[in-house]
């Protein structure tokens, strides 16, 4: 037999045997591990000034969890996620720092203010959507916190130092905006002039109709007086 013919049918052997070894892929599993994403433009209003950071997370209606979550740095009008079709829950939050690294978090978890109260206004808002396509969602902003400040007279000149307690208020939210963790806060007031004043501060609400407010008044000798108001 011809060596040509020969080294012809050594090669096409070889070919049948690589081709034969192969694994078949079935395009229809490529085509169903592919999750298809809509692009979700956030829109946020707010009557008051907004706080920048702003933080913007999407949770899962379902189950309560984080699916997405970004930080906007200075004003925009939008905010865009890329999210697979579904049902979320929308949270926009002004005026508290969230750790960067926020990944398992529910709607359940609290932001808390460990004394109570904060010097920046803490706005939020929400909106529940279920994506189907590209969209818009609109939220709302609004102050989960009341300011407060106060100033005083008539304190006598051996006091060295003043502070006001408000017994009790909330000191944490969750992502849902319920409130929890009432505690007595404390605010210290610095003497300017004649009067003894706190800065503004920004507290959330108390779970009681009515608030007990108490200075508390340190002299040179380190005696204190106490006087309560409730209102």
């Known amino acids: ?89 929308f949270i926009a939050i002004s005026g508290i720092e969230l750790p960067d690294n926020i990944e398992g978090l529910t709607v359940e978890d609290i932001m808390e203010m460990s004394d109570g109260y904060t010097e920046t206004p803490l706005i939020m808002g929400s909106a529940d959507t279920n994506i189907k396509s590209d969209a818009s969602v609109n939220i709302s902003m609004y102050n989960v916190v009341t300011a407060l400040s106060f100033k005083l007279s008539e304190i006598p000149d051996n006091i060295e130092n003043v502070e006001i307690t408000l017994s009790d208020l909330y000191s944490s939210i969750n992502f849902n905006g319920e409130y929890a963790n009432a505690i007595p806060v404390t605010i210290a007031c610095v003497k300017n002039n004649d009067k003894w004043i706190t800065p503004t501060v920004y507290t959330f609400p108390s779970p009681n109709k009515k608030v007990v407010l108490s200075i508390t008044m340190t002299d040179k000798n380190d005696n204190t007086q106490t006087y309560g108001y409730t209102y």
């Open 1 to 89: 037999m011809n060596k040509n013919v020969l080294k012809c049918i050594s090669v096409c052997f070889t070919l049948i045997l690589l081709f034969g070894s192969c694994e078949q892929i079935d395009i229809e599993d490529i085509k169903n591990d592919i999750v298809e994403t809509s692009n979700v433009k956030i829109i946020t209003r707010a009557e008051t000034d907004i706080v920048y950071p702003l933080t913007l997370i999407a949770f899962d209606k379902a189950s309560a969890e984080i699916v997405s979550h970004t930080k906007q740095n200075s004003a925009a009008n939008t905010i865009s996620l890329n999210l697979p079709k579904g049902t979320y829950k």
